[in-house]
């Protein structure tokens, strides 16, 4: 039980830790006002830090509590 209990908390923190980057990090672009009848809200460059280089903790972090989950699933048939 221990390790399917851990292998959600691992999941879980992983989930967070993945969405606190995108939104601790703050708006995609800067907030221009612009009267221009043509103006849209796609920012002018692309974001960047949204690769797997930034992501990577959570994504490991995930995909350890998901091998925690199949280790302890046979243990509950």
């Known amino acids: 039980m221990f390790l399917i ?3 959600a ?3 879980l923190v992983g989930v967070l830790l993945l969405t606190g980057q995108t939104i601790w990090r703050g ?6 006002r612009s009267r ?3 103006a849209t809200l796609e920012p002018p460059t692309l974001g960047g830090g949204f690769g797997l280089k930034a992501t990577w903790p959570g994504f490991l972090l995930i995909v350890m509590g998901a091998v925690l ?3 302890g699933s ?3 048939n």
């Not at 708006?27 to 221009?32: E, G, H, V």
């Open 27 to 32: 708006p995609l672009s800067q907030a221009r």
């Open 36 to 38: 221009l009848a043509g």
């Open 74 to 76: 046979p243990f509950y």
């Open 69 to 71: 989950l199949l280790a």
């Open 5 to 7: 209990w851990l292998g």
């Open 9 to 11: 908390a691992l999941v």
